[in-house]
């Protein structure tokens, strides 16, 4: 499955994303020559386009970020946890004694925890600080998210926390929640480092 993610992502970049890039580049030169040429009307439906063009980029490149980010293949999690800190819109640290890097798979599960736990902070916990650590203990990885939202997060069925859940799990580590209403939220995973 993080194989297929990543060819997906690469395709992705290098194939729709690069032709949006392009198909923006010509609308926009295609607006400044109506415009130049005095036709309002025109510049007005090539401003809309260039203005939808890009909308699509962004969700393109949204949907890439989500399968795999290129900073998590090429520098490791601590890395990809800075740049998804630096990203994030809610003030975030990262705190990490990590000095080698996770097995991939590891790594790629330790990473979506993160990302998830700090989405759902954003979205919907109305924290105003996250921190994200990242340490070994007894040779397992530990990925926690703590933010100070107002709680009461649950593992649902169909939910973003059991998804998180589910594929911690077919690594065979565990995924704790503890969110009491008004105290905040830390979603903590245990990963071993050589997955069974």
């Not at 994303?17 to 510049?43: F, I, K, W």
């Not at 890009?54 to 740049?83: F, W």
């Not at 000095?99 to 919907?124: G, M, Q």
């Not at 939910?159 to 065979?172: I, M, N, S, T």
Request: net charge negative.
């Amino acid at each position: 499955a993080d194989d297929e993610r990543r060819r997906i992502e690469r395709d992705l970049h290098d194939g729709a994303q690069q032709r949006l890039v392009g198909a923006s580049m010509l609308v926009r030169r295609a607006r400044h020559r109506a415009q130049a040429g005095g036709d309002a009307e025109q510049a007005a439906l090539l401003t809309s386009a260039a203005d939808e063009v890009d909308h699509s980029l962004r969700e393109i490149r949204e949907l890439a970020r989500g399968l795999q980010p290129p900073l998590l293949t090429d520098r490791g999690l601590v890395a990809a946890l800075e740049c998804l800190a630096e990203a994030a819109s809610v003030p975030t640290s990262v705190r990490s004694r990590l000095e080698d890097r996770p097995a991939r798979v590891v790594e790629t599960a330790a990473y979506f925890v993160a990302s998830e736990s700090l989405a759902n902070a954003a979205k919907h916990a109305r924290a105003t600080s996250v921190v994200i650590t990242a340490e070994r203990c007894d040779g397992d990885l530990i990925v926690r998210v703590d933010d100070d939202g107002h709680g009461g997060a649950a593992v649902v069925d169909g939910g973003g926390l059991a998804g998180l859940r589910d594929r911690v799990e077919a690594l065979g580590g565990a995924l704790l929640v503890d969110s009491r209403p008004g105290g905040g939220t830390t979603v903590m995973a245990r990963l071993p480092d050589v997955p069974p």
